[in-house]
């Protein structure tokens, strides 16, 4: 029923260079949060180093009681069995087919008959939309599908906590919002906790449930959707709304001297919050709030023209 | 920074030792991936088998030409075929079985892992809680080092064999003698030391190839670094640990008595 994953001050360091300092967030459970950041911000990292694949240098990271970063091997194994993940390429087998890659954690972890495994594996591939390729070697497919078919190999477990390395790259337009509806169904369906790093900004607005902002070597901000797309805080405000007003540059952040100059430029007006994208056939999910229901608790006045229906129109206008 | 010079080999050095370890642990670890085992296992016969045969036969015959040369010179003729076996079975074999096992099944098994790191297919593994080590790992030490075993005796019989055909054929030599004198200097012990050496390089062959292959970094050049690197650390430890297992054996079993 989802799982909710703490993580505590956590750092990672390769060598002499930090890649992040002091992370501390909760991804609460069965909501969706989206970890955002300039290319190079260590993201992926941040990503493996919450299975355990990287070791932070210090800090935790508590699931279901069991701090990741710190414990044992055995201990690891059993836990990473909760988890889903889908990297940026897929990562599939190229020896095997899709329809065995599908399968493989089934035939590893569990005692099912193949006409069992048939079964599940036939539902996820269908569910992302693979049925016909069961055949096909993942050198034999293009980036889009080996990305479905890594999202079909996540699944097969029913996983409580679903990681997803960058679903947009590589990917068109339509195919982004086909994987991102996909997303949204998902969660609805199994109520994992799920985690989407990205620098897709268009995602990170309509998808999740929560927002976090990797930037300049420590975590700026992380919080409910509204707060983050209302929030007039510099380095958030130029993110998620893509401009080149604002304190981040082409190489990482600006000099001083940048800054300087930009000193007298207001920054632009924040766009309407969109609406957040709802399930298909308009089942409610576990973590989803009303349009505007932070805004109101929190008494922030959201920018004119938010959650309206089609305000996602206005801002692409 | 000069401090690293030193840390550096060091630490990789250490690192392999500690893969050793993982890997001596997990090939008693349930459940065995027999399937895995058949399938590098005959992957590693068909990358190897050719090439053997075609090092086999110049290797025993130049062994065969040289000693029945200095045989000659030293007019015992008739012990040319012991000398030749001796080389062969002691050295030549394992030697050979050496440069092959880490030639071509150690590159193949470096590039396969050093590929699946880079696509993050051992990333993916892991995290679907299955252990590489276990899994893909085992299966190719034990399969190589089987291999290795087999290898040995095809390099020392089609030596042998080529030796008998130089030196009857181009050295004038008897056929008789050759193989009346096969037993002289040579011991069933010298065959048996011959495939344990074939097993430990199997083992360590395999060991290197996917330690380096599992670490290699920074894309697809780094592939082709893991291969180099593992090639070229497995001949040099190879060809020490041949000498101490020779030096070792010498003293433990003694040359045949005249």
Redesign the interface.
């Known amino acids: 029923m989802g799982v909710e994953v703490v993580v505590e001050g956590l750092t990672k360091k390769f060598g002499s260079q930090t890649i992040w300092n002091d992370v501390t967030l909760t991804l609460p459970a069965g909501e969706i949060s989206v970890m955002l950041g300039p290319s190079g911000t260590g993201k992926s990292v941040f990503l ?1 180093t919450l ?1 355990g ?1 990287l070791k932070p240098n210090s800090g935790h990271v508590f699931i279901e009681g069991v701090d990741i970063a710190n414990c044992k091997e055995k201990e690891l ?2 836990i ?2 909760l ?1 889903g ?1 889908l ?3 897929g ?4 020896s095997m087919d899709l329809y065995d890659n599908v399968a ?2 089934l035939r ?2 569990t005692r099912k008959s193949e006409s069992e495994i048939r079964t599940i594996v036939m539902d996820k591939m269908e569910l992302t939309g693979l049925v016909g390729a069961e055949r096909k070697l993942p050198g034999e497919i293009s980036g889009g599908m080996r990305k479905r078919a ?1 999202l079909a ?1 996540a699944l097969v ?1 029913d996983p409580e906590i679903l990681l997803i390395d960058e679903p947009d790259s590589g990917l068109d337009p339509v195919r982004t919002s086909y994987i991102n509806q996909l997303f949204i169904d998902l969660n609805a369906q199994i109520d994992a906790t799920f985690l989407i790093v990205t620098h897709d900004i268009n995602t990170a607005r309509r998808v999740p449930d929560n927002i976090g902002l990797l930037y300049h070597k420590h975590l700026a901000m992380f919080g409910p959707r509204e707060m983050l797309l209302t929030s007039e805080e510099p380095v958030v405000a130029q993110f998620l709304n893509a401009q080149t007003v604002g304190p981040i540059g082409m190489s990482e952040e600006k000099d001083a001297d940048e800054l300087a100059s930009e000193a007298g430029i207001a920054m632009p007006a924040l766009p309407p919050v969109p609406l957040q994208l709802e399930t298909s056939d308009g089942r409610p999910r576990r973590g989803q709030r009303d349009p505007g229901a932070w805004c109101r608790d929190n008494g922030v006045t959201p920018p004119p023209g938010s959650f309206a229906r089609d305000a996602d129109q206005a801002v692409t206008a | 920074m000069s401090l690293s010079i030193v840390t550096g080999p060091a630490r990789v050095s250490g690192n392999l030792f500690a893969f050793a370890l993982d890997v001596l642990v997990a090939l008693f670890r349930r459940p065995f991936q027999l399937k895995e085992f058949l399938v590098q296992a005959w992957f590693i016969v068909k990358v190897t088998i050719v090439p053997t045969a075609f090092v086999a036969i110049p290797f025993g015959a130049v062994i065969a030409l040289q000693t029945g040369g200095l045989i000659k010179q030293f007019g015992a003729q008739s012990f040319t075929g012991s000398a030749a076996v001796l080389a062969v079975v002691q050295q030549a074999g394992p030697i050979a079985t050496a440069l092959l096992i880490a030639g071509a099944a150690g590159s193949a098994i470096a590039a396969d892992f050093g ?2 790191r880079i ?3 051992l ?9 590489p080590i276990q ?1 893909l790992v085992v299966p190719r030490v034990l399969a190589t080092m089987l291999v290795a075993v087999f290898l040995n005796g095809i390099v020392t019989v089609v030596g042998v064999a080529g030796g008998y055909v130089f030196n009857v054929v181009l050295q004038d030599g008897t056929p008789g003698a050759y193989l009346a004198s096969f037993t002289a200097l040579a011991q069933l012990p010298d065959m048996y030391q011959g495939m344990v050496k074939a097993l430990i390089f199997g083992f360590l062959a395999a060991i290197v190839a996917s330690y380096k292959g599992m670490n290699a970094k920074g894309g697809p050049k780094g592939v082709g670094d893991a291969v180099n690197e593992a090639v070229v650390i497995t001949f040099t430890l190879l060809f020490v640990v041949n000498f101490f297992i020779t030096a070792v054996y010498i003293q433990l079993v003694p040359p045949k008595g005249m």
């Not at chain 1, 990562?91 to 190229?94: D, K, N, R, S």
């Open positions: 493996k299975i694949l194994y059993e990473r069995k988890f993940v990297f940026q390429d990562a599939m087998f190229g493989f954690p590893e972890h890594g190999r477990l | 590929a699946r696509r993050e297919e990333d993916a593994m892991m995290v679907l809680g299955i252990d899994r």
